[in-house]
């Protein structure tokens, strides 16, 4: 293996993903077109995200992480009383609209290079767990 970054983001996990995107109107060139784009409570979701991301790409100087990618992704939403310490988690948001969004973020801050470089997932699920929060590691894979 390669360099690697790794750690646990403390935050309620969003329920909102990607999929959460608006259409709208614009003119361009005298005519209206049709668009989609990130609905304000993705773009909030996002915003609360980051600054946990930007600690995680700060912490290491190995970010971002270039070449082919492994990731490990455990996402742990509080039990509140209602479930038990690790059970999975089966409801919305879906597992992998949720990744989609993450790497998104975790690409923009600087984490990883380029999300489409994520070639193997190792351990990824969706639990119910106190302390609730995300922890991530990606590492950069000879093959």
Same mark, same amino acid.
């Given at each position: &293996?390669?360099?690697?970054?790794?750690?646990?983001?403390? #935050?309620?996990?969003?329920?909102?993903? %990607?999929?959460?995107?608006?259409?709208?109107? #614009?003119?361009?060139?005298?005519? &209206?077109?049709?668009?989609?784009?990130?609905?304000?409570?993705?773009?909030?979701?996002?915003?609360? &995200?980051?600054?946990?991301?930007?600690?995680?790409?700060?912490?290491?100087?190995?970010?971002? =992480?270039?070449?082919?990618?492994?990731?490990?992704?455990?996402?742990?939403?509080?039990?509140?009383?209602? %479930?038990?310490?690790?059970?999975?988690?089966?409801?919305?948001?879906?597992?992998?609209?949720? =990744? $989609?969004?993450?790497?998104?973020?975790?690409?923009?801050?600087?984490?990883?290079?380029?999300?489409? %470089?994520?070639?193997?997932?190792?351990? =990824?699920? $969706?639990?119910?767990?106190?302390?609730?929060?995300? #922890?991530?590691?990606?590492?950069?894979?000879?093959?």
């Amino acid at each position: &293996m390669g360099s690697a970054v790794q750690g646990f983001l403390p #935050f309620v996990p969003p329920t909102v993903t %990607h999929n959460d995107l608006e259409a709208y109107t #614009f003119r361009r060139d005298g005519k &209206m077109r049709a668009g989609i784009r990130k609905s304000d409570r993705l773009k909030a979701a996002e915003d609360m &995200m980051r600054p946990y991301v930007r600690r995680l790409a700060e912490s290491s100087a190995c970010c971002p =992480i270039r070449g082919k990618v492994a990731e490990t992704l455990k996402i742990c939403w509080p039990t509140g009383g209602e %479930h038990e310490q690790g059970e999975f988690r089966d409801d919305e948001p879906d597992l992998d609209n949720w =990744i $989609k969004t993450f790497n998104d973020l975790c690409e923009s801050c600087g984490v990883i290079d380029d999300d489409r %470089h994520v070639v193997r997932y190792k351990d =990824i699920v $969706k639990v119910w767990a106190d302390p609730a929060g995300v #922890f991530v590691r990606f590492e950069e894979i000879a093959r």
